[in-house]
C-alpha cells in the first residue's frame, strides 16, 4: 500500500473559478465501488481521456475521481491561451528539429479541434475566441528572441505579423512595448468555465465524483485506490493528475511542480476603457518566459500572470501570494500607467509540471496502470489531445501521433533533495532577475 503524502489543495481566490458559472458539484465518492477503468483528475487530459474511453467503451463505466471542485484546480488556473504552435524554450529559435515541430503543430492543432468541437457540440459558455496571441518585448534580449522566433516560424511556413512598438497601442492598448510577434492561431478562453463544461457534457456512461481525495494505493492485478470514505477498485487504472502522478509511485524526481501566479482586476468603467484604448479582447505573452503574460477580458478585465515558485509537495503557499500581488502591480503600473485607480479583484496560483528535458510521459506506467502526466506549461491543447489519444490507444487504435507520444524517452531524473530545491530555487530567481522589464 502506497500512502498519497499530498492531495491538491488550492487557494481560494481564482478570478477564473469565481467567475465562471457556477455547477451543480457531482458527490464525492462513498462505500465501496469496482470498475473497469478509472481516471484520476478531471482537468483537461482526465476529463478527454475519460470522454473519449466512455465513446470508446460504450458499454463500461468509467469513473472520474478529482480531488477538488472540477475548474478549481490547475486547469481552471491557467492564463486562457490555446496555443497553436510549437515553443521549444532549449531551441535557440524555439522550433528546434523540423520534424518533431511540425509533429508538436499537429497535436496542437487537433487539441484545439476537438475543444472547438465541445464548446460549439454544447454550448460551453467560455468566451472561447480565435483571437491569435502577441509575443512582446520591451529589453535587446527579448527583441531578440523575437526575432529567433520569427527565423523559426519562417523555416515552419507559419504565419505571423510583426508590429513595432508604434503601432501596438492599436493593438493592446499600452505603447510599452518596443516590437511583437502576432500570431494568429492561438485561440483565448476562459479556462474555468471550459473545465466546467467539459464536466458537464461528459458522456453518460462516465461517472464523476468530485472532492474525492485519493489517500492510498494498493497495486497489484486490481488497483485499490482508498480516500476517507471508502474505495475504489480499478480494472485499469488512467493517471492523468500531472504532478501528483509521483505521490502515486511513478515517475520519482523527474516532474517539477512550479507554480505561476496571476492577478484579475475589476471590470474597466467606459471611460477606463476608452484611455486604454486598443483591441477589445486580446492576449499577450512575453518574449523572455520569465516576463509577464496579459489579458484583456470578454468583461474588460485585465489579467497580469508572472512570477514563479518551486512548491515540491504540489501546494501553495499563501505567503508567495502576498509577496507577488505586489509584483504584479509594479507590472500593471510600468504597462498601463492610464489605469492608476484600476484595483486588482482576485489573485491566485496555479501549478504547471515541468520536466528538465521538456518530455512528458504518454504510455503505461506498470500492468493495467497508464498515464498522460507532464504538460510542460500547455496543458489546454496538450492535455486535451494526449487523454483523447490516450484512450484511442487503449482501445487498440494506432497513428502516427500516437506512435510519436509512444516514443518519447520521457521526463528525465532530477538530482535528490536538498539540492533539488537549491537548485531550481536558484534557477527561478535568477531567471526572474535576468526578465528585468519583461517581468
Sequence with gaps: MIKV??????????GWFHLSKPRRVKPRHAGDTKARWVVVGAGFTGLAAARQLALNFPNEEIVLIEAQEVGFGTSGRNAGFAIDLPHD?????????????????????????ILRSLVDEYQIDCQMRASGKYQAAIEDRGIAVLDAYRRGLDKLGQPY????????????????????????????LQPSALVKGLADSLPPNVTLYENTAITEVEYGEKTVLCHSN?????????LTNNAFGMR??????????VF??????RPLTE?????????PFWGVIPADPAGSTLRRTHDNRLLVRN???FNPDGRPRPEYLERFVKKHRTSFERRFPMLPDVEFEYTWSGSLALSQNHQGFFGQLAPNVYGALCCNGLGVTRGTVTGTLLANWLAGQRSELIDFLLSSPGPNKTPPEPFLSIGVNAALWWAQRKAGMEA
Excluded: W
Design 307 to 309: 512570477s514563479f515558485s
Design 230 to 238: 471508502g474505495r475504489i477498485t480499478a480494472d485499469k487504472l488512467v
Design 271 to 279: 471611460d477606463e476603457q476608452a484611455r486604454l484604448g486598443g483591441k
Design 248 to 257: 502515486f509511485g511513478f515517475l520519482q524526481r523527474t516532474m517539477l511542480p
Design 89 to 113: 524554450i532549449g531551441a535557440e529559435d524555439y522550433i528546434g528539429d523540423l520534424d518533431i515541430a511540425k509533429t508538436t503543430l499537429q497535436l496542437n492543432l487537433l487539441g484545439q479541434s
Design 5 to 14: 503524502t499530498s492531495t491538491p489543495a488550492d487557494d481560494q481566490k481564482c
Design 161 to 188: 505579423e510583426v508590429i513595432s512598438g508604434q503601432d501596438l497601442p492599436d493593438h493592446i492598448g499600452t505603447s510599452f512595448y518596443r516590437k511583437a510577434l502576432f500570431t494568429p492561431g492561438t485561440i483565448l
Design 260 to 265: 505561476l501566479y496571476a492577478s484579475l482586476t
